[in-house]
């Protein structure tokens, strides 16, 4: 398994920026990319950005420009530096990981660290 633990959400005026971090430990090898979702109250889970092995990139239309997504191999752990955050940006964020074991295809998340962003 793989277990992941997010950091660094917090409250921050509009324009401002955070970054999360999400670091990984147990089985990271088999690990093919890690990225971000999140949830704001009343809507579903969305995809932020994603990062692959390989370094692939993946945003969301909302936020290209805006949010970065990197990962240092070297600490298992992924960030995600938000920019010219907005309200519209609060929600939970959470860390993912998708990846295979035993031949089968997983997802692994992280418990959620809430973003608030005030106008």
């Known amino acids: 398994q793989v277990q992941l633990v997010e950091s660094g959400g917090g409250l921050v005026q509009a324009g401002g920026s955070l970054r999360l971090s999400c670091a990984a430990s147990?089985?990271?090898?088999?690990?093919?990319?890690m990225g971000w979702y999140r949830q704001a109250p009343g809507k579903q889970r969305e995809l932020v950005a994603a990062?692959?092995?390989?370094?692939?990139?993946n945003y969301a239309d909302s936020v290209k420009g805006r949010f970065t997504v990197s990962r240092d191999n070297a600490k298992n752990t992924v960030y995600l530096q938000m920019n010219a955050l907005k309200p519209e940006d609060t929600a939970v964020y959470y860390c993912?990981?998708?990846?295979?074991?035993?031949?089968?295809?997983?997802?692994?998340w992280g418990q959620g660290t809430q973003v608030t962003v005030s106008s």
């Open positions: 993912n990981a998708k990846g295979v074991m035993g031949g089968y295809l997983y997802d692994s």
């Open positions: 147990g089985r990271i090898f088999s690990i093919n990319a």
């Open positions: 990062i692959t092995n390989g370094g692939s990139t």
